[in-house]
């Protein structure tokens, strides 16, 4: 339990106390009671120099609708109790009925006791342990990353990375799309590139994929097959499908492993078919379809959807969401829970795919699925483009060239991802404290370079605490509640933040304070390692870097 949590216990239990004295006049429930801990609300005319206060609570304004007095008499009230307690030095009371309190530096310290001694786990295994699996990126093997690929695998990755740190045992897995029209385009684009380059002049379709990352391909196939594919094409065109998908996904992976990112799991859609696994999905799913015009509609009005689903065309092919829905029962089968990371243009796509799911009879509370806004480029203020990729996307690889990859991961994730992001390429290269990443990063070789300079730490702290460093300790608190939000929330750019909020408290506090042969030394090397320990963490679930020198 954190320190605030802690905090607001014992008030509850205060609270408590006084109602079995039958101290209100209003019957309620203590555990209902929602109220707030704060920064210190003193007004600087009463803040004297000698007492700088932790933590403010309104409590005494929400207990006033349950007692006939004023809210000041109540926090004086309060105050004669709180004093009682372990935790705090002072608790002093201001109008119109604050209650501020000052901790005591045995509770402070505990909190660097507790992270020393817990070291990398810090924060760790909170949960109730479940199985879950993340499915991210799943970009069809048609070509190489975009950015837009980029951001989601860089956020599924970390959300993975906190997940497993929480306690949950986490699958990561990307759904390839190797079945389908799209499959046969990029089999057609890659045979006229690879034909090219025996000199065959050939016209490439409109719809056929034009980017230089076909062309890729094809040198590849050629420089390992030769002239094979020239001849007899018809009875080879599903082995260069085969081929073509894999060399890009073998690519795929390859340019995701220099961000970091790498998954537990490929799974195919065209093993579905092979396998038999749409078959039986259908037959579960008799219940609630139906045939018009020669295709199989799902009800799925009936769950709340707009419109009923086709799963099956008239022609005899499934749709989209037919081995959609296979696929994922795959999952639910092997899960406790699902969270799926979709771009923006999948948005219409999650009532259907959700109520496809409970058809099947799973709760849709078992599916998380998280939509992700797109990416833009910014250099010299406009937006960036690859000249010689003039008319397709920005591939990782592109950018790659221009940023490293800690900045890349460090700036995808200062963004909720439903919001559109624009990363600032010049920023991001930037090699001072005006760019996030390179602060944090600095701020953790900077308590590695004081740690080998520092005396040893002393874990029996019994110093007094500074008010800049009574806020770095306060900070440190709050790490393993910051995780337990992203449990929840999936909200990781809280983390970013959290450590950009950490690194300036600790500079402030190292720009006061001259730490070598400081009569408290031994105190402080305590506190510059926690600082490094949550730092470190914190880099480590974002697939940062952590440096020891810069």
């Known amino acids: ?305 707009d419109k009923d689903r086709v799963l099956i065309k008239n022609d005899g092919k499934y749709t989209y969401l037919t081995p959609d829905i296979a696929y994922h029962e795959t999952k639910l089968k092997k899960s406790d829970r699902l969270i799926n990371v979709w771009g923006a243009d999948h948005s219409g796509y999650v009532a259907r795919m959700k109520i496809s799911l409970q058809a099947l009879g799973y709760n849709q509370a078992k599916i998380d699925i998280l939509i992700m806004q797109l990416v833009r480029l910014l250099k010299n203020g406009q937006e960036f483009k690859m000249s010689k990729r003039a008319g397709t996307s920005v591939t990782l690889t592109d950018l790659l060239e221009v940023a490293k990859s800690d900045a890349i991961r460090f700036g995808m994730l200062t963004r909720e991802i439903s919001s559109q992001y624009d990363f600032n390429i010049d920023q991001a290269n930037l090699m001072d404290t005006s760019n996030p990443v390179y602060n944090v990063q600095y701020a953790h070789a900077r308590t590695v370079s004081l740690r080998n300079n520092l005396k040893p730490f002393l874990l029996d702290l019994n110093n007094s605490v500074t008010p800049k460093a009574r806020k770095v300790i306060l900070a440190l608190d709050e790490f393993p509640d910051l995780l337990a939000t992203i449990v929840k929330t999936s909200k990781v750019n809280l983390l970013t933040q959290y450590l950009i909020n950490l690194t300036n408290l600790f500079n402030s506090f190292y720009a006061q304070t001259r730490l070598i042969n400081h009569p408290q030394e031994t105190y402080y090397s305590a506190l510059v390692l926690s600082v490094q320990i949550v730092l470190r963490l914190g880099l480590n679930l974002l697939g940062v870097s952590a440096p020891n020198l810069m």
Do not use: C
């Open 1 to 305: 339990m954190n320190l605030t949590n802690q905090i607001k216990d014992s008030l509850k239990q205060v609270v408590l106390e006084l109602q079995n004295n039958n101290y209100f006049d209003t019957a309620f429930k203590v555990d209902d009671l929602v109220f707030l801990l704060s920064e210190p609300n003193i007004p600087k005319e009463k803040l004297g120099s000698e007492i700088k206060f932790d933590f403010s609570t309104n409590l005494a304004f929400i207990l006033k609708k349950y007692k006939q007095t004023s809210p000041l008499n109540i926090a004086n009230d309060l105050k004669l109790k709180l004093e009682k307690l372990d935790l705090f030095e002072v608790v002093f009371v201001t109008t119109p009925g604050f209650v501020n309190f000052v901790l005591k530096n045995s509770v402070l310290n505990h909190i660097l006791k507790n992270i020393i001694i817990t070291n990398k786990k810090y924060g760790a295994n909170f949960v109730k342990k479940e199985k879950i699996n993340v499915e991210y990126v799943s970009a069809n093997p048609t070509g190489f990353l975009h950015v837009g690929h980029v951001r989601g695998a860089i956020f599924g990755d970390s959300l993975i990375r906190i997940l497993r740190h929480a306690g949950h045992e986490v699958e990561a897995e990307y759904y390839v799309n190797d079945a389908g029209n799209q499959i046969n385009i990029l089999a057609n684009s890659v045979l006229i590139r690879y034909k090219e380059l025996f000199g065959f002049n050939e016209i490439m379709p409109q719809d056929s994929y034009h980017g230089e990352d076909i062309i890729w391909v094809a040198k590849e196939i050629k420089a390992k097959y030769h002239d094979y594919f020239l001849n007899d094409f018809n009875s080879k065109q599903e082995e260069l499908k085969s081929l073509a998908t894999n060399i890009l996904l073998e690519r795929i992976k390859s340019d995701l492993a220099r961000i970091n990112v790498t998954f537990d799991t490929f799974s195919s859609e065209k093993a579905l078919t092979e396998n038999n696994l749409i078959n039986p999905v259908l037959e579960k799913l008799k219940l609630h379809t139906y045939i018009k015009d020669q295709a199989l509609f799902l009800n799925t009005t009936k769950f709340g959807d």
